[in-house]
T-cell receptor
Framework: AQKVTQAQTEISVVEKEDVTLDCVYE???????LFWYKQPPSGELVFLIR??????QNEISGRYSWNFQKSTSSFNFTITASQVVDSAVYFC???????????????FGQGTILTVHP | NAGVTQTPKFQVLKTGQSMTLQCAQD?????MSWYRQDPGMGLRLIHY???????DQGEVPNGYNVSRSTTEDFPLRLLSAAPSQTSVYFC????????????FGPGTRLTVL
């Protein structure tokens, strides 16, 4: 069975602080994908990033960066110089399996509520 | 493209009533899924489909039925609503393959009294 754990239920920071959201996953699959989604107060789910299990290269996109480490089964997300607009719920998710049908199924973590204060 | 659309956006039901949550996508995606979001539990998979005529159960399928007669539509049916089904429901679609990403609809907020 797959499992995703986001141990931080809520994080509160002041604008311009850096913040890291933790994600730890469990899977027996050798091929899998990891995702981060953002859910702003308006409620929609916004795709942020996808990373496959063969690519441990860290990625940076503007103020966002992701650190994928297979050795610790972690896929952490860092926001640099946070802004009020970053306030949202952030979900880490996992899909996988050797069979192609598994890619249509996501296992989500519980979510981390990030509040950025001005 | 409209992407993934869901109707209605809000719905209030009484216990025992039935209803269908609609989901449609115009991206010609083969995979479609239904999730429910409850506080503190993230999103959990209810049912999914890998193509027209093919559906399967997810993590929390009880109380829900689905069918997939076309590629575009994937309705979720509640046959006899219960208060435990009060939740926000999201539909998602994706194309098959290693590079697929699930795209989500705007959600339906359902309250069962």
């Amino acid at each position: 069975a797959q499992k995703v754990t986001q141990a931080q239920t809520e994080i509160s920071v002041v604008e311009k602080e850096d913040v890291t959201l933790d994600c730890v996953y469990e899977t027996r699959d050798t091929t899998y994908y990891l995702f981060w989604y953002k859910q702003p107060p308006s409620g929609e789910l916004v795709f942020l990033i996808r990373r496959n299990s063969f690519d441990e290269q860290n990625e940076i996109s503007g103020r966002y960066s992701w650190n994928f480490q297979k050795s610790t089964s972690s896929f952490n997300f860092t926001i640099t110089a946070s802004q009020v607009v970053d306030s949202a719920v952030y979900f880490c998710a996992l899909s996988g399996g050797a069979g192609g049908t598994s890619y249509g199924k996501l296992t989500f973590g519980q979510g981390t509520i990030l509040t950025v204060h001005p | 493209n409209a992407g993934v659309t869901q109707t209605p956006k809000f719905q209030v039901l009484k216990t025992g009533q039935s209803m269908t949550l609609q989901c449609a996508q115009d991206m010609n995606h083969e995979y479609m899924s239904w999730y429910r979001q409850d506080p503190g539990m993230g999103l959990r998979l209810i049912h999914y489909s890998v193509g027209a005529g093919i559906t399967d159960q997810g993590e929390v399928p009880n109380g829900y039925n689905v069918s997939r007669s076309t590629t575009e539509d994937f309705p979720l049916r509640l046959l006899s609503a219960a208060p435990s089904q009060t939740s926000v429901y999201f539909c998602a679609s994706s194309s098959p393959g290693l590079l697929s990403t699930q795209y989500f609809g705007p959600g339906t907020r359902l309250t069962v009294l």
